[in-house]
Every structure is written in structure tokens, then in C-alpha cells.
């Protein structure tokens, strides 16, 4: 599993031809408490750098885009129930969507986790 991240602050946790997308702890810091979550539909198909989602904060509402093609495969119910989640666990339950990738070559201009590190800091 490789985790890569945009410089809009999404992750992307990669599984063969899978891939889960959120925001980083740092993108929910930025935008305090989050109040609501707006995913895409599954089935939909996604290109790169479409808005994809929505979270919405005490302080703004912010779009999450897709990082890379695909078809959305899967979305994060638990979110729309309890969007707080975003702010306890971005990195990790608080998973926004999955995507069956539609061309891994794209990923090649993500960032790894130190490259991130340094975008951040």
C-alpha cells in the first residue's frame, strides 16, 4: 500500500488498481470543525482535478477533487452521519471515496509523504 498526496491536500492510500481518497490532517486543521460532508455518487466517473466532494466547516466550505481518473467504487457513509470525523481521523476513517483507477501513469506527479512534509511546511 503507497499513500501519495496533492498540493490541495488530498491523500491517496493506493491498493493495486484502487485507490482511497480523503484530506489530510492538515487540510482539516485549516478548516476547523467540519459540520458537513457532500459525496460523489457511486458509479460516477471522475478526470483529474474535478471537484469530487464537498466538506464544509465551521469557517468555509472547501471542494475535495479527484487527485487522479477513475470511477468512483465506493464513498464513506459513516461521514454523512458524523461529518466530526474528518477532524478526529482525516488520515484514517474519515475516508471520503474510492476510485478504480483509470490510468496509474498519473500518479507519477503526486507527492510522497516527505515531499509533502515540505509543501506543508
Same mark, same amino acid.
Given at each position: 500500500?503507497?499513500?501519495?498526496y496533492?498540493?490541495?491536500h488530498?491523500?491517496?492510500?493506493i491498493?493495486?488498481?484502487?485507490a482511497?481518497?480523503?484530506i489530510?490532517d492538515?487540510?482539516?486543521?485549516q478548516?476547523?470543525d467540519?459540520?458537513?460532508?457532500?459525496?460523489?455518487k457511486v458509479?460516477?466517473?471522475?478526470?483529474?482535478?474535478?471537484?469530487a466532494?464537498?466538506?464544509?466547516?465551521?469557517?468555509?466550505?472547501?471542494?475535495?477533487?479527484?487527485?487522479?481518473?477513475?470511477?468512483?467504487?465506493?464513498?464513506?457513509?459513516?461521514? &454523512?452521519?458524523?461529518?466530526?470525523?474528518?477532524?478526529?481521523?482525516?488520515?484514517?476513517?474519515?475516508?471520503f471515496?474510492?476510485?478504480?483507477?483509470?490510468?496509474?501513469?498519473?500518479?507519477?506527479?503526486?507527492?510522497?509523504?516527505? &515531499?509533502?512534509?515540505a509543501?506543508?511546511?
Open positions: 500500500m503507497t499513500t501519495l496533492t498540493s490541495d488530498e491523500w491517496l492510500r491498493e493495486g488498481d484502487v482511497t481518497i480523503g489530510t492538515y487540510a482539516q486543521s478548516l476547523g467540519v459540520v458537513f460532508v457532500e459525496l460523489p458509479g460516477r466517473s471522475l478526470k483529474k482535478a474535478e471537484a466532494a464537498v466538506v464544509e466547516s465551521v469557517k468555509a466550505a472547501s471542494d475535495v477533487y479527484a487527485p487522479i481518473t477513475g470511477e468512483v467504487i465506493e464513498v464513506n457513509e459513516a461521514l &454523512a452521519a458524523e461529518p466530526a470525523l474528518v477532524n478526529s481521523d482525516a488520515g484514517g476513517k474519515a475516508w471515496f474510492k476510485l478504480r483507477i483509470a490510468d496509474k501513469g498519473e500518479l507519477g506527479g503526486l507527492m510522497d509523504e516527505a &515531499a509533502y512534509a509543501h506543508t511546511a
